[in-house]
């Protein structure tokens, strides 16, 4: 193909673009508050962390009134009415001995072989569980933080150290996601040195530990975790499912189209305990279906591909909760993030519709036609679905058609079939989103707080439009709460102290480790960390 050619392609994909996405500019908030507006006029307020970065992980305790945030080498225990206040940290460096140890391996002893702190759970009503990196020797502890909101605690249990493999990655440049369950947690985690193992792990508890298979990428291909939620789906708890947000390259694609990127959305049950035969300490129950966000156009869709974030908010029906999620494109043509809102009943129908099914290497991906065994691969046993108690009574022809169909051939498209809200050559990308429900007088609007990677959060508001499900959302504001532009890396809603409009906690964290941003927080707007201040 030559100049011409390839130029003309260009310019008709920016054309075909436009025409779908209606050739809007970007939304222009109601109202704009610079940082310093917000410094001035609206109480925030910073927390300076010395010698130290990387803001890993952030965890808001309502009942005590604390922000717990973890960092390189150290833990902190801020209060949420004033984060500048009251203030309790706690340094966690990894042993020299390891240090040295990633040193000889080739890491950076300086940036890169310390202890980033990259998870923060409340495991009980005295202690949290925080891992960190360890230096490329992956280490949890559990942190004593009392239960007397009057004297905040941050205490190290020397006793409570726990091998932090298949919980927290290797490197500080990974991104961890988990969710503590009772006394078990989910990682989505890469579980080797050198970031090649990725896998879906449970340990902890009184269970025995199970993972995904290994390097069989029809189960994961190079993924990228984003979020995971425990999802009750009836009275009986054997029915709980635990779901994991990532993306990931398309085994599905054609070969054409090279390394493509896609969004998925991947079940397991809680009472997996395995296969007795087959699939010995792995997951008999995974399964994973394509999150798909896009504009529809008369003459080809414009899909918004990379998952940012997922967000997990309640409905009046306790067992269908709404997914909002922030979307960017891996498009070269242009610059655009998306909002999709998905119902998780349009979730669970992707898992019982029909498995996506190859012949071999030269044929292409079709839906599966033949017989699907009994019980249906996916279904936890449970007296809901039939007779089975435990998936090490599940018969082999159930494991094995496990084992080799784990991706649906359908789909989960959002409510209203297109994005709630979307930007296009803004000048930034989407990479958080948190939402809250709130009442007005003529009902409930749900009211989403989505950050950036240019350091700002956008508040908008999600208003019904021609009936349910359809709607749309209204920029309202634009929050430059970062002084320096860096990124948005975690939001949370602290709704109680909603005044007038719910508090929103976030952190920044570098592109490097050990050359992040200053961070900064403010109350009752927004919270907030980087490299050097949260």
């Given at each position: 193909?030559?100049?011409?050619?390839?130029?003309?392609?260009?310019?008709?994909?920016?054309?075909?673009?436009?025409?779908?996405?209606?050739?809007?500019?970007?939304?222009?908030?109601?109202?704009?508050?610079?940082?310093?507006?917000?410094?001035?006029?609206?109480?925030?307020?910073?927390?300076?962390?010395?010698?130290?970065?990387?803001?890993?992980?952030?965890?808001?305790?309502?009942?005590?009134?604390?922000?717990?945030?973890?960092?390189?080498?150290?833990?902190?225990?801020?209060?949420?009415?004033?984060?500048?206040?009251?203030?309790?940290?706690?340094?966690?460096?990894?042993?020299?001995?390891?240090?040295?140890?990633?040193?000889?391996?080739?890491?950076?002893?300086?940036?890169?072989?310390?202890?980033?702190?990259?998870?923060?759970?409340?495991?009980?009503?005295?202690?949290?569980?925080?891992?960190?990196?360890?230096?490329?020797?992956?280490?949890?502890?559990?942190?004593?933080?009392?239960?007397?909101?009057?004297?905040?605690?941050?205490?190290?249990?020397?006793?409570?150290?726990?091998?932090?493999?298949?919980?927290?990655?290797?490197?500080?440049?990974?991104?961890?996601?988990?969710?503590?369950?009772?006394?078990?947690?989910?990682?989505?985690?890469?579980?080797?040195?050198?970031?090649?193992?990725?896998?879906?792990?449970?340990s902890l508890g009184q269970r025995p530990s199970l993972r995904t298979e290994p390097h069989d990428s029809r189960w994961l291909n190079e993924p990228k975790f984003v979020k995971v939620f425990w999802i009750p789906e009836s009275e009986n708890p054997d029915d709980d499912k635990i779901y994991f947000f990532f993306r990931e390259l398309a085994v599905e694609a054609a070969p054409a189209l090279g390394r493509l990127t896609v969004s998925r959305v991947g079940q397991i049950c809680r009472n997996d305990v395995g296969g007795q035969r087959s699939l010995v300490n792995k997951w008999t129950t995974f399964l994973k279906a394509r999150l798909v966000c896009s504009v529809p156009g008369v003459e080809g869709d414009t899909h918004f591909d990379q998952l940012q974030d997922v967000f997990l908010l309640s409905s009046r029906d306790r067992w269908a909760p709404l997914l909002y999620t922030v979307f960017s494109t891996s498009s070269g043509i242009f610059q655009g993030s998306a909002v999709c809102v998905y119902s998780m009943n349009d979730v669970r129908r992707a898992f019982l519709g029909p498995f996506a099914h190859k012949e071999g290497p030269v044929h292409q991906w079709v839906s599966y036609q033949g017989r699907v065994p009994y019980p249906r691969p996916g279904v936890c046993p449970s007296k809901t679905f039939g007779t089975f108690s435990s998936t090490k009574d599940f018969p082999d022809d159930v494991i094995q058609f496990a084992r080799n169909h784990p991706l649906m051939y359908n789909p989960v498209l959002p409510m209203g079939g297109r994005p709630l809200f979307l930007q296009v050559g803004a000048g930034y990308t989407f990479t958080q989103i948190a939402a809250d429900r709130v009442a007005a007088a003529d009902g409930h609007y749900d009211v989403l707080f989505i950050g950036t990677d240019a350091g700002t959060v956008l508040k908008v508001i999600s208003v019904p439009k021609g009936g349910r499900p359809n709607a749309e959302g209204l920029l309202l504001e634009e929050l430059h709460v970062f002084e320096d532009s860096a990124a948005v890396t975690s939001m949370q809603i602290s709704s109680k102290r909603a005044a007038p409009a719910p508090n929103a906690a976030w952190r920044v964290t570098p592109t490097a480790p050990g050359t992040g941003p200053r961070a900064h927080a403010s109350s009752p707007v927004p919270r907030g960390g980087s490299g050097g201040k949260t």
């Open positions: 193909m030559g100049r011409a050619e390839a130029a003309a392609m260009i310019l008709g994909l920016v054309l075909l673009c436009t025409a779908v996405l209606g050739g809007a500019s970007p939304s222009p908030p109601r109202l704009r508050l610079s940082f310093r507006e917000l410094q001035a006029q609206h109480g925030l307020r910073t927390f300076r962390l010395a010698r130290t970065c990387c803001y890993e992980a952030l965890l808001v305790d309502e009942e005590r009134g604390r922000l717990f945030v973890g960092a390189e080498n150290h833990l902190a225990s801020l209060s949420l009415d004033n984060i500048s206040k009251r203030a309790k940290k706690l340094a966690w460096p990894a042993p020299v001995e390891w240090r040295e140890e990633c040193n000889w391996a080739g890491k950076d002893i300086a940036t890169e072989c310390m202890n980033f702190v990259k998870l923060l759970h409340a495991y009980n009503r005295t202690h949290l569980l925080a891992c960190g990196t360890g230096a490329f020797h992956p280490t949890c502890a559990f942190v004593e933080v009392g239960h007397r909101l009057e004297e905040p605690v941050l205490r190290l249990d020397p006793r409570g150290l726990e091998d932090g493999k298949g919980k927290s990655p290797y490197d500080p440049r990974h991104r961890a996601a988990s969710v503590l369950v009772g006394e078990e947690l989910y990682s989505g985690v890469a579980a080797d040195l050198m970031g090649r193992d990725f896998t879906i792990f449970r």
